[in-house]
């Protein structure tokens, strides 16, 4: 799997998470949030999705960090918005669990979805968040959810 960052550009996952831990590390005093959150776009006769990882170092700026992943074209946005959800949750549950494993369990994930009070997404709340709740994650749907609203969607374009 690879990720790409705005500014080191493409990595591994291990690369990733290195850089990760050395961003946590290098400003130990600071709160940080460590967000996942994915989007979609139909083009070209494919669905692009893009999952995101920012992490957030509260009242101190971010990085980010995201994958992308086409597939074949889906035009029901219920599994638009499922396969969105799982992508990450997948790549969430591998975050959550080097950070188990190299002791910073403390460092929660938090799944931003692309769904919403208003519009069309908002009869997919309860399942989504649910979905993600269910595997031991915290939800944010929109406005919150700038992860997927904000990060991913810029490079779904």
Known sequence: MHL???TKGRMTFD???????GYITGLPSSSYKIIVGSDSQVMKGKTCFITA??????????????????????KSLRQKIFFETAL?????????????ETGHDDLKVEIHIDVGTHGETKNLIR???????GSGFQAKIKPEAY???SVADKHTK
Request: aromatic share 8%; charged share 25%.
């Open 4 to 6: 790409i960052s705005p």
């Open 15 to 21: 690369e990733m998470m290195k850089d990760i831990m």
């Open 53 to 74: 990882v920012i992490v957030h170092r509260l009242g101190k700026g971010a990085r980010y960090y995201y994958r992308k992943r086409s597939h074949r074209k889906i």
């Open 88 to 100: 990450s949750l997948e790549l969430g549950g591998q975050i959550a669990k080097r950070f188990a």
């Open 127 to 133: 399942e989504v968040v649910g979905m993600v709740t």
């Open 147 to 149: 992860g997927a609203s």
